[in-house]
């Protein structure tokens, strides 16, 4: 009988170990942010005329080969109207850089809601991070 209860109080020892390192592990994983990110942003403005103007700047944890914003989208009431690519825009993304910031602009229709989701890229030595952010949405002037 005693010798039952030993193995249950050592069973019951194991797992709580177990238990103990799984927390342990899974808590420095979510903890652990991006090699190659550092942070990233974006904005979206109104200007005149139904001018909108979507920005962005990302920062990399160093000198990165490939670092910006690979795609834009622009979204009016909520439809997709526009998708700007870095392959055929100018200045959506840099090299040899740790920040790199861009803008581009959409010719908007006054008094039409406008909101735009931008894909950050940082990449070096053949590896690299995505990130999305949505912008808050602006009314055209």
């Known amino acids: 009988m005693v010798e039952t209860k030993n ?8 797992a709580l170990i177990i238990v ?10 979510s903890a652990r942010g ?5 942070k990233y942003s974006c904005a979206i403005s109104a200007g005149s005329n139904g001018k909108v103007t979507v920005s962005f700047s990302i920062t990399g944890s160093s000198k990165m080969d490939e ?26 993304m840099g090299s ?18 406008y909101r735009a989701i931008v894909t950050f890229k940082c990449g070096k030595d053949g590896g690299y991070d995505n990130r999305l952010l949505e912008t808050y949405s602006v009314t055209a002037k």
């Open 96 to 113: 040899g850089k740790v920040i790199h910031a861009g803008t581009v602009t959409y010719s908007g229709v006054k008094g039409k809601s």
């Open 34 to 38: 991006s090699i190659y990110i550092e």
């Open 20 to 29: 103990f390192m799984t927390s342990i592990t899974i808590t420095v994983a």
């Open 7 to 14: 193995k249950a109080i050592r069973l019951i020892a194991i």
């Open 67 to 92: 670092i910006g914003s690979t795609k834009i989208t622009i979204y009016e009431n909520g439809t997709l109207v526009k998708t700007y690519m870095s392959s055929n825009t100018t200045g959506m």
